[in-house]
């Protein structure tokens, strides 16, 4: 059963650091593009960066450019999203999810096609950015 697994969330003061993973099992990252999305409660999920499936392109929303970085290892079949300067705000579930589509993570991409539209979708991990 295709999988993929989130971990690295926690509680951190504003300014700091974390680090995610989203890990797959049943099936390769290869050829997938991975996208990392959030969710604060009582708003909808919005995307946050991706990654496409060589890691050549990336793209990342303007709330996080240039404090958050997405890379991937495919030889550990992770994908890793670094979160820098984190600030309130980015307080939220972080979801990554897969598709079989490079075009999807794109500044185009990431921002036309539905959320819903990503084929495969972790459990998610609590990111809490407080004092």
């Known amino acids: 059963q295709v999988q993929l697994v989130e971990s690295g969330g926690g509680l951190v003061q504003p300014g700091g650091s974390l680090r995610l993973s989203c890990a797959a099992s049943a099936f390769t990252l290869d050829y997938v593009a991975i996208g990392w999305f959030r969710q604060a409660p009582g708003k909808e999920r919005e995307g946050v960066s991706c990654i496409s499936s060589s890691g050549g392109s990336t793209y990342s929303a303007d709330s996080v450019k240039g404090r958050f970085t997405i890379s991937r290892d495919n030889a550990k079949n992770t994908v890793y999203l670094q979160m820098n300067s984190l600030k309130p705000e980015d307080t939220a579930v972080y979801y990554c999810?897969?598709?079989?589509?490079?075009?999807?993570?794109?500044?185009?991409?990431?921002?036309?096609?539905?959320?819903?539209?990503?084929?495969?979708w972790g459990q998610g991990t609590q990111v809490t950015v407080s004092s």
């Open positions: 999810a897969a598709v079989p589509r490079d075009y999807y993570c794109s500044a185009y991409g990431f921002s036309s096609f539905p959320i819903s539209s990503w084929d495969y």
